[in-house]
C-alpha cells in the first residue's frame, strides 16, 4: 500500500516539473510567409542587356535638332518690287566697283546680305555666304550674291575692304543713312535700321520675296538649295 501511494506520488511530481518546464520555455516564432508556402513555378533567368557592337554611339535621349526651314510661308505670298534708285558703292583699292545698279532678275535667284563692317555676326558669315555661292552655282549660273553695306562711318568700311583676301570680300554696294536708307526700305516696308545681318531672296524676276533676319548658318544651305532648286 505504501509502495503505492509513492509511486503516485512520485509520478504526480514528475507532471508538475514537466509542466513548469514546458511554462518556462519561450514560444516558437511562427514561420514567416516566405518560409511557409513553396513556389511549385520554376525559376526564370535574369535577362541581361545586350552589349552594343564595337564601336556603335550611344542612342541619345535628347531630341534631335531639326534644320529651320529659311522663308517659311513667305514665298507664298506676293512678291514686292524693290527701289530702283542707285545706290552708292565701294570697293578696295585695285578691286573692281560692283555694276551700277543691282543685278536683280535675270532668270537668277539674287541673295542680297545687308551687313556692316563693325557688326562681328556680318564677318563671320561672309565666307558662308561666298561658299553657298559657289556650290548653288557648280553645274549652271542660277543664284546670285549681292552685299549691301549700312555702315555709318566710310573710313571703317574702306578700311575692312582694304584689309581682306582676294577671295574675300572686296566691293560692295552702299546705302547710306538718313533719307537715301529711309527711302529704300520704306519701298518694301522694312525697317530702314534692322537688326544686322539681314537678308533679302529675289526671285528670278526681280522681286523680293523672302525676308530673313539675323545670321544664317550652315544648315540653313537645304533650304536655299531647296529654293533655287525648285
Same mark, same amino acid.
Given at each position: 500500500?505504501?509502495?503505492?501511494? %509513492?509511486?503516485?506520488?512520485?509520478?504526480? %511530481?514528475?507532471?508538475?516539473?514537466?509542466?513548469?518546464? &514546458?511554462?518556462?520555455?519561450?514560444?516558437?516564432?511562427?514561420?514567416?510567409?516566405?518560409? &511557409?508556402? +513553396?513556389?511549385?513555378?520554376?525559376?526564370?533567368?535574369?535577362?541581361?542587356?545586350?552589349?552594343?557592337?564595337?564601336?556603335?554611339?550611344?542612342?541619345?535621349?535628347?531630341?534631335?535638332?531639326?534644320?529651320?526651314? %529659311?522663308?517659311? =510661308?513667305? @514665298?507664298?505670298?506676293?512678291?514686292?518690287? @524693290?527701289?530702283?534708285?542707285? @545706290?552708292?558703292?565701294?570697293?578696295?583699292?585695285? &578691286?573692281?566697283?560692283?555694276?551700277?545698279?543691282?543685278?536683280?532678275? $535675270?532668270?537668277?535667284?539674287?541673295?542680297?546680305?545687308?551687313?556692316? &563692317?563693325?557688326? +562681328?555676326?556680318?564677318?563671320?558669315?561672309?565666307?558662308?555666304?561666298?561658299?553657298?555661292?559657289?556650290?548653288?552655282?557648280?553645274?549652271?549660273?542660277?543664284?546670285? @550674291? +549681292?552685299?549691301?553695306? %549700312?555702315?555709318?562711318?566710310?573710313?571703317?568700311?574702306?578700311?575692312?575692304?582694304?584689309?581682306?583676301?582676294?577671295? =574675300?570680300?572686296?566691293?560692295?554696294?552702299?546705302?547710306?543713312?538718313?533719307?537715301?536708307?529711309?527711302?529704300?526700305?520704306?519701298?518694301?516696308?522694312?525697317?530702314?535700321?534692322?537688326?544686322?545681318?539681314?537678308?533679302?531672296?529675289?526671285?528670278?524676276? $526681280?522681286?523680293?520675296?523672302?525676308?530673313?533676319?539675323?545670321?544664317?548658318?550652315?544648315?540653313?544651305?537645304?533650304?536655299?538649295?531647296?529654293?533655287? $532648286? =525648285?
Amino acid at each position: 500500500m505504501n509502495t503505492r501511494r %509513492l509511486s503516485c506520488t512520485v509520478l504526480v %511530481l514528475m507532471t508538475l516539473s514537466c509542466e513548469q518546464k &514546458a511554462d518556462k520555455e519561450p514560444p516558437s516564432a511562427p514561420k514567416a510567409r516566405s518560409q &511557409a508556402v +513553396v513556389s511549385n513555378a520554376e525559376p526564370q533567368p535574369v535577362s541581361t542587356p545586350r552589349p552594343a557592337p564595337e564601336g556603335a554611339k550611344p542612342a541619345s535621349s535628347e531630341p534631335k535638332k531639326q534644320d529651320r526651314e %529659311l522663308c517659311k =510661308g513667305q @514665298l507664298e505670298r506676293a512678291g514686292k518690287t @524693290l527701289s530702283s534708285a542707285k @545706290l552708292a558703292r565701294e570697293a578696295a583699292a585695285g &578691286a573692281e566697283q560692283p555694276p551700277e545698279a543691282l543685278p536683280l532678275g $535675270g532668270g537668277r535667284w539674287t541673295w542680297l546680305n545687308f551687313w556692316a &563692317a563693325w557688326c +562681328v555676326p556680318c564677318r563671320e558669315e561672309i565666307p558662308r555666304l561666298k561658299s553657298w555661292e559657289q556650290r548653288l552655282n557648280a553645274d549652271k549660273p542660277r543664284f546670285r @550674291l +549681292v552685299f549691301v553695306s %549700312l555702315d555709318d562711318d566710310a573710313r571703317q568700311l574702306t578700311q575692312f575692304l582694304d584689309k581682306q583676301p582676294a577671295s =574675300g570680300l572686296r566691293s560692295t554696294y552702299w546705302i547710306k543713312e538718313g533719307d537715301e536708307r529711309q527711302d529704300w526700305f520704306g519701298v518694301i516696308e522694312m525697317d530702314p535700321d534692322p537688326e544686322l545681318p539681314a537678308h533679302i531672296l529675289v526671285d528670278p524676276k $526681280g522681286m523680293a520675296r523672302c525676308v530673313i533676319n539675323g545670321a544664317v548658318e550652315d544648315s540653313d544651305f537645304s533650304s536655299v538649295q531647296r529654293i533655287v $532648286g =525648285g
